[in-house]
């Protein structure tokens, strides 16, 4: 295939490289002199391990054109890949000027181009910049029935180790339209890579924040825990490698489903007791702090969130820490109802807050917060006497996901269980995160 590249930087130059390897014809857009001048030679403007091994340098020279001029390359290719560098604005902001340039030129060149067009967005922006800013730009100046295509292709290319990840790729998502031609990707990409996993734009551009956030926490988390732990003489290198042995809860997918905040006799014990032992010998624990502060705002964000309904009561299936216990230490669900109860005594309106869940669990808490908590003894009940639906650690059936709508007041639901089909398209129902 035809494909231009834009920006030759690390992703750029990788990403040509390897395409180059697998036999595709390759034109390079790039402005920086530096750049087009080793490109030209037969260099890469980089270095990255296995690189400058990968492709003869003849088969560079006779099969990666470099252009300087956007409106020559796209009429020259039927793919084009935007790769060029989205950096931080003084402010902390995403800098999509680049990126906003590029597509600005791309989208003169296709006005003068009679063939359809592909464009795979690789560059790292924000959720919602394809489809409000960049797509637009695009499609400006040319008719609805051009054939233009658009995608975002988002990269997991470690420096050290990019070659490979793009041969053998940890995750390969496409961001894109129903009607996008995906065997043309496919066709892109090496034999033998993964199936592309399709989504929708703003979840592939989200993909990327997702990965780098969780690799920088786990750096900070390793890093942190060792400093605290190093000054009781723990070997660190042995308590980790024996934590990531844990495949099933340490290292997996358990824990990593957004919903509502942590409770329980262990989690926020364990935090609490690091903390501790920082201060004990003198070391900043930024980090676990702020896993209590996150952790105390996800209650406060359910509070505010509940306020702006307006309600007169509000029902709850399940007030644990965790489904299918009768253990409520440290329970977020009853943090939440304390902060709305102390509210509620504070302020003239007043909030009734109704519970339902397990005999046992119940029992431990009849009683116990006096006036304006109140206990239901059937789910029945709990419909009937509340304004909103609160869908905690209580695992509810169909028949009963079935009452809820029929009932059509708000719902809440806390993340603890997989609702059924009906109920996520119910449209009074609210999912939090």
């Keep these: 295939m035809k494909i231009s590249i834009f920006g030759m930087g690390y992703v750029g130059s990788v990403t040509a490289a390897c395409l180059l390897k697998e036999g595709h014809s390759i034109v390079a857009v790039e402005i920086v002199e530096d750049k087009v001048d080793k490109l030209r030679r037969g260099e890469w403007p980089i270095f990255e391990k296995g690189l400058d091994d990968l492709v003869p340098r003849e088969i560079i020279v006779k099969d990666l054109k470099v252009e300087t001029d956007a409106m020559e390359a796209v009429l020259k290719t039927e793919i084009s890949i935007i ?75 470690r420096e050290g180790s990019a070659i490979k990840d793009f041969f053998e790729p940890s995750l390969n998502v496409l961001g894109c339209d129903r009607d996008f031609p995906i065997e043309v990707v496919n066709k892109l990409l090496p034999d033998g890579i993964k199936d592309v996993r399709m989504t929708s734009i703003k979840t ?52 990593l489903r957004p919903g509502f905040a942590f409770g329980g006799s262990c989690l926020p014990k364990e935090i609490r007791g690091i903390i501790s032992m920082a201060k004990d010998k003198k070391v900043e624990s930024a980090l676990f702090e702020g896993i209590l502060k996150s952790n105390d705002n996800m209650v406060e964000r359910f509070v505010s969130f509940v306020y702006r309904m307006n309600p007169s009561s509000i029902g709850y299936f399940g007030i644990t820490f965790k489904p299918e216990t009768d253990d409520i230490r440290e329970s977020p669900v009853l943090r939440a109802i304390e902060v709305l109860l102390s509210k509620s005594t504070s302020y003239s309106k007043v909030i009734d807050q109704i519970v339902f869940d397990n005999d046992k669990a119940i029992s431990k808490v009849r009683g116990k917060f006096g006036d304006g908590f109140r206990i239901a003894d059937t789910p029945e009940e709990l419909l009937l006497s509340s304004d909103v639906i609160v869908l905690g650690p209580h695992r509810i059936d169909r028949a009963v996901e079935s009452k809820i709508i029929s009932c059509g007041k708000p719902v809440i639901d806390l993340k603890w269980h997989r609702v059924g089909e009906n109920l996520s398209r119910y449209p009074n129902y609210h999912s939090f995160h």
């Design 83 to 157: 790769c060029v560098g989205t950096p931080n604005l003084p402010d902390g902001n995403v800098d999509i000027t680049y990126v906003s340039k590029t597509v600005e030129e791309i989208n003169r060149a296709l006005v003068r181009k009679k063939a359809d067009h592909m464009i795979l967005i690789r560059s790292t922006v924000p959720p919602g910049t394809t489809e409000s800013i960049l797509s637009p730009i695009l499609h400006r100046d040319i008719g609805k029935d051009k054939g233009l295509t658009v995608g975002f292709y988002p990269e997991f290319l």
């Design 204 to 255: 592939a551009e989200s993909i990327k924040y997702a990965n780098n956030s969780f690799h920088a926490l786990k750096i900070a988390f390793a890093n942190e825990l060792a400093s605290i732990c190093s000054q009781y003489g723990v070997n660190m290198e042995e308590t980790m490698d024996i934590f990531c042995q844990d495949t099933t809860l340490n290292i997996s997918p358990y824990y």
